[in-house]
């Protein structure tokens, strides 16, 4: 019976509980091996019985497998070839739970498996946490790796490594196990961070030494790549002459340098590593950001801060973005918490999660792929707390507090410790520490390592 004068009431009932709830059945099913209908098995002989509808709403792969027209639509039994079981079972878990365990041991053989299963979500995931841990040790490989598997954030930021690392990068065992398509590629690059043409003569030299047997017909293509004035017919000619020897480095040096014509081209005309200044005070705070190049010596302007009405905060680079961290508002010294990130590629500005702890006069540096806010001031009072941010997991996470809270003070990072040299201590800055404190962050542990010659703050 209707309700009189209510015909057209309606009222949408959601359960917001419900997606949580059926999926929690799911598993419940999955691990009572309760309406299954379908078992994938590794090639160890391991067996997991799951659902084909769970299956095919995580996996375009097993989507297309049981829907479209193929052998394995009408069978019970899916064998996997090519991975292991662990890494399978990781993937089904997912499949029932939304949730995964990434680890450096497992990262890569778990992003293989999510690239050929299609397991979209878990293979970004996968490329996050990889560029997470990009360093020059293995920039070469993971940009190997990004290609083969079609990771353009990976490829993208471990080439800028690459490439602006290229001094670092090209002293690491690795290198000396690229391929010719891969050194060409390298070579190409236009943002190649090198001063002069001529200190790429190195690593050609010390690339084709290597395995110079295999490698000695490659050395005048390599040359043809670098913008240096080279004799063409003596280095062919000698090369000829030399091919029946035994060529070491000093050889290999000697002929490329006196096949260099004397007028040779001096100043690369490649890119170099750019200076950036962020803001400043000048009578008031300046929003401007002014960016340095120093191969044609110009000074461009940069898209302006968007909060600028602070003061005394940290900047630290990660990648192509720069971090700006707290500060104080100028009218009334309130400690801020507020992040700012500027990407120096595509110069824009956009806001970042706040820090856990409000501060000024701190420092920022970045360690192990995160952004480290260290120490500073807040309400004129030093503060001993120091927390890091994870772009991976995109939250700010506490750190053991430092020996002695200061600001003012110079941060750097050396052999993956941080290092905090002197700085102001005492209300508002009254006093000056002559320490130096160290933090490791395999233990998360502080240490006073030594007094500073100099204890002013800003040794840097």
């Not at 450096?104 to 293989?112: A, D």
Request: proline residues 3%.
């Amino acid at each position: 019976m209707a309700l009189k004068g209510q015909e057209d009431y309606i009222y949408l009932f959601k359960d917001s509980t419900h997606p949580v709830d059926f999926l929690d059945a799911f598993r419940t099913f999955y691990l009572d091996g309760l309406f299954t209908d379908i078992t994938l098995q590794c090639p160890s002989g391991i067996i997991f019985h799951c659902h084909r509808a769970v299956l095919a709403a995580c996996s375009n792969y097993f989507k297309a497998m049981f829907t479209a027209d193929m052998k394995e639509k009408f069978k019970n039994k899916i064998k996997l070839s090519g991975i292991h079981h662990d890494v399978l079972e990781g993937l089904v878990n997912y499949a029932y739970t939304s949730q995964i365990e990434i680890t450096k041991r497992n990262v890569q053989s778990l992003l293989e498996a999510a690239d050929l299963l299609q397991f979209l979500s878990v293979k970004k995931a996968c490329e996050r946490f990889l560029v997470r841990h990009l360093d020059i040790d293995n920039c070469i490989g993971m940009h190997s790796f990004a290609e083969f598997h079609v990771c353009p954030e990976l490829e993208k930021e471990s080439r800028r490594i690459l490439c602006s690392k290229f001094k670092e990068v090209w002293q690491q065992e690795e290198f000396l196990e690229i391929s010719l398509e891969k050194f060409l590629f390298i070579l190409s690059r236009k943002n190649l961070s090198v001063w002069k043409e001529e200190a790429i003569i190195e690593p050609v030299i010390k690339w084709t030494a290597h395995d110079v047997e295999n490698r000695i017909e490659c050395l005048y293509n390599l040359l043809s790549y670098i913008n240096i004035d080279i004799d063409p017919v003596y280095l062919k000619t000698a090369l000829g002459l030399q091919r029946s020897c035994l060529l070491t480095e000093n050889k290999i040096r000697s002929l490329i340098c006196n096949a260099l014509n004397p007028m040779h081209k001096e100043i690369s005309q490649r890119s170099t590593a750019t200076m950036y200044i962020i803001g400043g005070y000048y009578w008031h705070p300046l929003s401007e950001v002014h960016i340095w190049d120093p191969l044609t010596n110009v000074w461009i302007q940069g898209a302006e801060i968007p909060d600028y009405t602070r003061e005394s905060y940290g900047v630290t680079c990660l990648g192509p973005n720069i971090y700006v961290t707290g500060g104080y508002r100028t009218d009334n010294i309130e400690a801020l918490d507020t992040v700012w990130i500027y990407n120096s590629e595509s110069d824009e500005w956009t806001e970042g999660l706040p820090m856990l702890n409000a501060r000024y006069y701190h420092c920022a540096v970045t360690l192990g792929g995160c952004v480290y806010a260290l120490g500073g001031y807040r309400k004129g009072a030093p503060a001993e707390e120091a927390e890091f941010y994870d772009p991976l997991k995109e939250k700010w996470i506490p750190i053991a507090n430092m020996i002695k809270g200061v600001g003012n003070a110079t941060a750097c990072v050396l052999h993956d410790v941080i290092y905090v040299i002197g700085g102001h201590c005492g209300y508002r800055g009254s006093c000056t520490y002559d320490k130096v404190q160290s933090y490791n962050s395999d233990i998360n542990e502080w240490s006073l390592i030594t007094s500073s010659p100099h204890p002013d703050s800003h040794n840097g």
